[in-house]
C-alpha cells in the first residue's frame, strides 16, 4: 500500500469520525470544548503526511504529525489519534505477505525501541495534552530507559491508549471492529456505524481523558446514558431518528465539560482498522 494510499485512508477515517455524532465530542452536529470541527479536519490534513512517511520510524511518525498539527491549530486535537493511527499505518505499510493486519501490528509494537520512545515523549510535551501530570516511572519529561512498549505497559493502568501498545489493540480487533462491520452492514452507513461503536466502548470502559480530568465524578451518568443509547441503536432499522436524545445527551455532557475524547480516538483507530483491512483485503484479490 502507498503512501498515498494510506493517507487518503487516515484521512477518511478521521473524517468518518466527525460525521459521526458522538455526544459530548466535536462532530458536524456539535463543536465543544473550545475545538471545532475545522480544527480536527485540519489536524488531520496536516498530519497525514508525516504520520505516512515510510522513511520515518514509528517515534518520528508521531512526532511530526503532533509538530505538524501543533502548528497549524493552537489546541491538542489529535494526539491520541496519532498514537493510535501510527503503529496501524506502520503495520499495514510494511505488512509482509499473508501476514493479517492484527500479526503485522503485534510486530510494530513488538519491535519499538528506546528512540521511538523519546520521540514520543517529546510528542506529548509538544501536544500537552490536558491532566498530563507526572510519573514516578518514563515520565515524558525526562529521556526515556526503556521502550516505547514498555514506556506504554508504565502508563496503561491509567490510560486506554497505552493499553492498546500492551494488549496488541485487543479493544479494537476483538471488540470495537466487529460492532462497526455489524452495523455498517445493517445501516448501510458507516457515520451512524461508528457511532455504535463510539457508545458501546463508552458502555464497555470508562473514558481515560475524563478519569483524568474528573475521576469517576461522571462515569455512572457517562455509562447510564450511553446504555440508553445503545437499547435505542440496537432496535432501530434508522438511527437518524435517535438525533433528538443524542443532542439532549450532547448538550448535557458539554455542559458538564464531560468529553469522552479517549473513546472518540478509539473509533479513529477502529474506523481506519476497518478501512485498511478493506483495502488489503482488495489487493489481496486483485
Known amino acids: 500500500m502507498t503512501s498515498a494510499d494510506l493517507e487518503n485512508l487516515y484521512q477518511q477515517a478521521c473524517e468518518v469520525e466527525l460525521q459521526a455524532f458522538k455526544p459530548g465530542n466535536v462532530s458536524v452536529y456539535s463543536d465543544g470544548h473550545d475545538m471545532t470541527v475545522a480544527d480536527f479536519r485540519i489536524s488531520a490534513k496536516v498530519s497525514a503526511a508525516p504520520i505516512c512517511n515510510p522513511d520515518y520510524c514509528l517515534g518520528e511518525k508521531i512526532f511530526y504529525a503532533v509538530q505538524a498539527t501543533r502548528q497549524a491549530v493552537s489546541c491538542n486535537t489529535n494526539l491520541g489519534i496519532i498514537l493510535l493511527c501510527a503503529p496501524l499505518i506502520q503495520a499495514a505499510s510494511s505488512k509482509a505477505i499473508g501476514m493479517s493486519l492484527k500479526c503485522a501490528l503485534a510486530e510494530v509494537l513488538a519491535n519499538t525501541t528506546v528512540d521511538d520512545a523519546n520521540w514520543v515523549f517529546k510528542a506529548i510535551l509538544l501536544a500537552s495534552p490536558g491532566g498530563l501530570g507526572s510519573s514516578d516511572q518514563e515520565d515524558v519529561k525526562n529521556i526515556a530507559s526503556v521502550t516505547l512498549r514498555e514506556s506504554m505497559r508504565i502508563a496503561s493502568l491509567r490510560d486506554r491508549i497505552a493499553l492498546q501498545y500492551v494488549s496488541n489493540y485487543q479493544d479494537i480487533f476483538d471488540f470495537s471492529v466487529n460492532v462497526y462491520y455489524n452495523c455498517a452492514s445493517r445501516w448501510g452507513d458507516r457515520n451512524w456505524a461508528a457511532v455504535a461503536v463510539y457508545v458501546k466502548l463508552l458502555c464497555q470502559f470508562p ?35 435517535i438525533k433528538p436524545m443524542l443532542y439532549s445527551i450532547d448538550q448535557e455532557l458539554k455542559s458538564k465539560g464531560v468529553n469522552p475524547g479517549t473513546t472518540a480516538d478509539m473509533t479513529v483507530v477502529t474506523v481506519l482498522t476497518a478501512l485498511l483491512e478493506e483495502q488489503l483485503g482488495k489487493l489481496k484479490t486483485s
Open 207 to 241: 473514558d481515560s481523558h475524563i478519569e483524568r480530568k474528573y475521576g469517576n465524578q461522571y462515569s455512572e451518568l457517562v455509562v447510564d446514558r450511553m446504555t440508553m443509547l445503545n437499547e435505542e441503536l440496537s432496535k432501530t432499522d434508522s438511527p437518524e431518528r
